[in-house]
């Protein structure tokens, strides 16, 4: 059933959804697209009114509590399509604050409001991933592949299920498909920069980084690649060429945890004790779990983040930690 009395179109965004993710000191993720809803004007009445209000909101908190009282106050007099719309946002905001279970309930609501849509299957299978439940993210997923706009991300959300439970050659295989589906989406070209770098494989993962950082034309996700590129060159003793990466995508994000411990490894191989300090320094202040030491920046598939965290750089971290701490 559709609501004829109001426009609809979609678009794909970005990871995080329909607002940029409140991460100011989490890893990297793997890149995922979603889809949201974009409505024309609606009827006058609680729903509309509320849907308003959500629009002109600042913070996930007073976003959430809109959506809510919007999906509450629903008439069928608002339209199918506008209650949709409501699951939709307010699953992408439960995905990007890691509520995967209530993004999942939203996503399978809108789906059964809105059928014929099954660009929504994008945003589940990317909710049931989170989730670690794996099998269903592939069955949303592969719902994508007959579909010429959506084959791309389907064959990229594969790609990244097969990078969380390890199986690095599919993990490949897909990503190439991804590539070969939609030659100018970044996405893909990214994901396997990090599937690359997780396998030591530095050089290519740094040259598909800077590729992907190439491509992305909004410009969002270069801090991203730019990291990705900086601990590549650093796991290849490119410490000069590793610490400009980091000050770049400082620069695009100067609060990003991982630039920061980069930057302060570098400058601590390189004999630049007091820069590695305050690098140190700034990077405790954003997450003070670090003075505990690196095992709180393990690796964590099941949250679908990667860290950075290599043999190699865990063990100059300590290095580093122990200098700058207790002068040893």
């Known amino acids: 059933m559709t609501d004829k009395s109001i426009n609809y179109r979609f678009r794909i965004v970005g990871p995080s959804g329909v607002l940029p993710a409140l991460r100011k000191h989490c890893a990297c993720i793997l890149l995922s697209a979603t889809l949201v809803f974009f409505a024309g004007p609606a009827a006058a009445g609680k729903f509309a009114d509320n849907m308003a209000h ?3 909101a600042k913070t996930y908190a007073e976003q959430l509590r809109y959506l809510d009282a919007a999906l509450e106050g629903w008439t069928y007099g608002d ?3 506008g209650k949709a719309d409501a699951h939709l946002r307010r699953g992408n905001i439960r995905y990007t604050l890691k509520q995967a279970g209530g ?7 809108a789906l059964e409001l809105a059928p014929d849509q099954v660009g929504i299957c994008l945003n589940r299978g ?5 989730s670690g439940d794996y099998k269903a993210a592939t069955s949303d997923y592969s719902k994508l592949l007959k579909h010429d706009q959506f084959r791309a991300m389907g064959l990229t959300g594969m790609g990244d299920v097969f990078l969380l439970t390890k199986n690095f050659a599919k993990a490949e295989e897909y990503y190439e498909a991804a590539r070969r ?5 970044h996405t893909p070209v990214f994901n396997m920069a990090v599937l690359y770098y997780l396998q030591g494989k530095y050089e290519k993962a740094k040259t598909l980084a800077r590729k992907a950082s190439d491509m992305d034309v909004s410009g969002n996700f270069r801090f991203y690649a730019l990291v990705i590129s900086g601990y590549s060159n650093f796991c290849l003793d490119r410490h000069k060429s590793a610490l400009r990466d980091f000050n770049a995508s400082l620069k695009l994000k100067p609060d990003y945890l991982y630039a920061v411990i980069g930057a302060g490894l570098a400058h601590s191989v390189m004999a630049e004790t007091e820069k590695a300090s305050a690098r140190l320094r700034q990077a405790e202040k954003l997450d003070p779990r670090l003075k505990d030491g690196v095992k709180t920046l393990e690796l964590d598939f099941k949250a679908q983040e990667f860290r950075f965290l290599n043999d190699k750089v865990r063990k100059e971290f300590d290095t580093m930690s122990l200098l700058l701490h207790y002068g040893k």
């Open 181 to 185: 589906a939609n030659p100018s989406e």
């Open 79 to 81: 339209g199918q399509l």
């Open 54 to 56: 959500y629009s002109a």
């Open 103 to 109: 993004a999942v309930a939203d996503f399978t609501a």
């Open 126 to 130: 990317n909710a049931y991933k989170l």
